[in-house]
């Protein structure tokens, strides 16, 4: 199972950006993938997940801003994120548990600054 995200960069404060996180090899059909995020000096913490049926949790630092979605076909999970604060800053991660393994993508930069 491999993992490849996307879409991180550099915007403004109030600005917005999409990630995205393509899942390939033998998954599961039931499953739930998620968003990570690790800013300097803290420990990762969930932003959000979503399950194959749909039903998401949200981290509350992110409630009302941030929205995850998937395509099953696709294997693929987005995070669209607006509203975005400084502290929004960090390495954004996706993560799906599968078969008994946790696996991750590589990581893609969020820097939200002016």
């Known amino acids: 199972v491999q993992l490849q995200a996307s879409g991180g960069g550099l915007v403004q404060p109030g600005g917005s950006l999409r990630l995205s996180c393509a899942a390939s090899?033998?998954?599961?059909?039931?499953?739930?993938m998620g968003w990570y995020r690790q800013a300097p000096g803290k420990q990762r913490e969930l932003v959000a997940g979503?399950?194959?049926?749909?039903?998401?949790n949200y981290a509350d630092s992110v409630k009302g801003r941030f929205t995850i979605s998937r395509d099953n076909v696709k294997n693929t999970v987005y995070l669209q994120m607006n509203s975005l604060k400084p502290e929004d800053t960090a390495v954004y991660y996706c993560?799906?548990?599968?078969?008994?393994?946790?696996?991750w993508g590589q990581g893609t930069q969020v820097t939200v600054s002016s």
């Open positions: 993560n799906l548990p599968n078969r008994g393994i946790v696996y």
């Open positions: 979503i399950a194959s049926s749909g039903s998401t």
């Open positions: 090899g033998s998954i599961l059909s039931i499953n739930v």
